[in-house]
């Protein structure tokens, strides 16, 4: 996987990205076109309220670039747009098996430096080299 360094730091921008063009022509670039991010582990609250009502936790997942952009984009306009945050990686990317790749991240603050929240993506790669999988780990270091 000689690109992984590519793949994660072209994945880390993704999040940051400014422009909505942009960001979109990156998901149909780095997602494969039926592409799936998996949120492993909800909010509390929807775990919660799944325990509540007697259900196992739920996973959450978005599939196919225009969900994939709806995420990305959400989560670009709560930690990035108003300007307090920045997304980066924070460690090498981790080659787990063939074409299955770790990449390890921060959600900075802008101002200080400091980490807000952090997380694991295990990306697994098409032979086309996008990411056919993305099971996001949040606070995971």
């Known amino acids: 996987m000689s690109n992984r360094r590519d793949v994660a730091e072209r994945f880390t921008a993704l999040w940051n990205e ?3 063009a942009r960001r979109s ?3 149909r670039e ?3 076109d039926d592409g799936v991010q998996v949120l492993v582990d909800p909010p509390v609250e929807i775990r919660d309220a799944a325990r509540g009502l007697a259900f196992p936790v739920p996973t ?3 599939r196919g670039h225009e969900a994939l952009d709806a995420r990305v984009s959400r989560a670009y306009e709560m930690f990035v747009a108003p300007g307090e945050h920045v997304f980066e990686a924070t460690a090498e990317p ?3 098996m063939p074409d299955v790749l770790a990449v390890r991240w921060s959600m900075v603050s802008k101002e200080t430096g400091e980490p807000a ?3 694991l993506d295990v990306l697994t ?3 086309d080299g996008r990411i056919r999988t993305d099971h ?4 995971g270091s």
């Open 18 to 20: 400014p422009d909505a």
């Open 25 to 27: 022509a990156a998901i």
């Open 30 to 32: 780095l997602w494969a």
């Open 60 to 62: 959450l997942d978005v």
């Open 94 to 96: 981790v080659v787990l």
């Open 117 to 119: 929240g952090s997380g």
């Open 125 to 127: 790669l098409d032979a």
């Open 136 to 139: 996001q780990f949040i606070g």
